[in-house]
């Protein structure tokens, strides 16, 4: 076979434009369609085709909204605004006018700070009204006043805050408000339902806000911020105490609580922490059902833990103002609370409760009748005794706890305040906690006895040692009232044979110390007395740092409860009344006038009770005891009081006041009398 040649390809290009021929054949071909064009234009009918064309109308929108009634009272019909569609180019038009014009715009927007103020009044005042005539109708006005209470301008801010409170303070509810659950919003609910849910989640929502900007305004701090600023601050601390106090069962309590204990967890004391604190005494005051309290003293204990205790005595003081002093009747400690005992006092059991009979019909409206009544109770808010009950026992287990690590941690300056409430809480304490507190007690009187030797010995360093010498003896007299008042408060006779009482200490200590405390000079003296500063005291000296820790006592009162606590009682032995009635006549011979007159108050007191057993010693002839009498011996049961006689009532017949030298002779009548 023979091969066959391949074929040749040829290359296609497009006919060179220099080539004559191939660009005249181009231009007859243009000429042709050109006129075929015109001859077909001259049979159009341009007029019909311009008829039928579509027209473009212009739109009118439907007017959707319903008509108003203004504040005048004249029915109105609100117009949609018109939407007007420019050209692609008028943009650029309205950009260069905007450009143009930006200068006088600016000078027209500026409005005077005076002028401002006054827009601002007149919109609160309207707003205002507006929200107290139709809280309902008009809940919008409380994101508007938010709004204006966010300017810039401080007195402006300050009268947004007024207003708010003024308002939230008129339309609160007095029930709290729960959030919606999923479920409630699905269900199919009236007109009125659904309107007054939507009203009470913008008031929540709202009030949030506005506890929110009370918070941010409070936290300024002094010496870091302007005048301004500390002023808003005052208004914004001022608005958080009246709301707690007019509205405490509503929502965010705990927010409004934060705010006052972070200004009382401040070292300076000035305005705002004196408010806040008495906002909280009459919130311990008015608090009804007890919540408000439990989350209080949460709160306070929370931030003295956070402190170490580094805080002023006057917060510790406001758990005196707790109502559950009053109105507790159970006993507790910081772990538990014994319930009263509802049994018969002689221990017989109580009958059976006899079962009544009913049909099914009765059950059936019995059972509708108990939930008509528990709606009512909750219609009514009527605070449960159990419910007020369970939250009392809570806060004075918090009470109890803060007390106990207070004595552990031996905080000096918080002793006294101390002392002082866990004996106004006495009567509430049980027997678990009484016996922790004694040991406790025991210890501060131990500390006490240690300082006074070394202050005896140290006599040189007069200025410390009277410092010292001073306080423990308070803090002594204070522990030696508190250990009687808890044992007042007990049911001796039923605790006795699981506590062992020993205040043996507590009377030893106080015996020995008598003539000290009756030397100390600023004896009738508190903190409100006016006095001259001492002359040769150090410079650093100030009649603060030497005020009474326990504002409202002085030193003689506390010796006075002590000594009552002690010789009072008909179960005292008659070595103790003679050793203390033998130590009290010296004693008073140092004392000043008014205190001298409550000391022999006193002793005629312990005379009527205990008479036959001291009359011993205001007869020579008659002495029981031989021997001499050692007032400076520790153990008082040792030191023979019947050796001695009461010659210091002859000089006390000699005093300069009437009423001392009466006093001491209507003890010697009733000597007589009982002789």
Known sequence: MTAEPALKRRKLSPPDSSDPESSSSTLVGQSTTQDDFFNRAAGWNLEQDYEQRPRKQKKVQ????????????????????????????????SEEESVDDSGPVQEETKVPIRQQILDAKEELARLASLVNEDPEEHAGAFRTLGQITASSNPTVKKLGLATQLAVYKDIIPGYRIRPIAEIDQTEKVSKDVRRLRAFEQSLVSSYQAYIKDLASCAKARQGRVSDAASSVKQVAIACTCALLVAVPHFNFRGELLKILVSILSTNKIDADFIKCRETLETLFRMDEDGTSSLDAVGL????????????????????????????????????????????????????????????????????????????FKEADATVSLEQRDRMQAETLKLVFVTYLRILKARVPHLLGALLEGLAKYAHIINQDLFGDLLEILKDLISDAKALLKVDEEEEVEVEGSSESSRDSTRETLLSITTAFALLEGQDVARSAPSLNIDLTDFIAHLYKSLHSFCLVPDLELSHRSLRLPDPHAPSSASPTATAPRVNLQTTAVLMLRALTSILTPRSVPPVRLAAFTKQLFTSTLQLPEKSTLAMVSLLNNVTKIHGRKIAALWNTEERKGDGVFDAMREDLESSNPFASTIWDGELLKLHYAPAVREGIRGIERVIGDVK
């Open 62 to 93: 439907e007017n959707t909204r319903l008509p108003i009634k203004t504040a005048e009272g004249r029915v109105e019909q609100l117009q949609v605004p018109e939407v007007t569609h420019e050209d692609d180019d008028s943009w650029l038009s």
């Open 300 to 375: 306070i204990a929370r931030m003295m833990k956070a402190r170490n205790y580094q805080i002023d005595e006057s917060i510790l003081n406001t758990f005196l103002h707790l109502r559950l002093l009053s109105e507790f009747s159970s006993r507790a400690s910081q772990t538990r609370v014994d319930k009263a005992s509802t049994d018969n006092e002689d221990g017989a059991k109580k009958s059976k409760f006899k079962k009544e009979f009913r049909t099914k019909k009765q059950r059936k409206i019995w059972k509708e009748r108990k939930v008509v009544e528990k709606e």
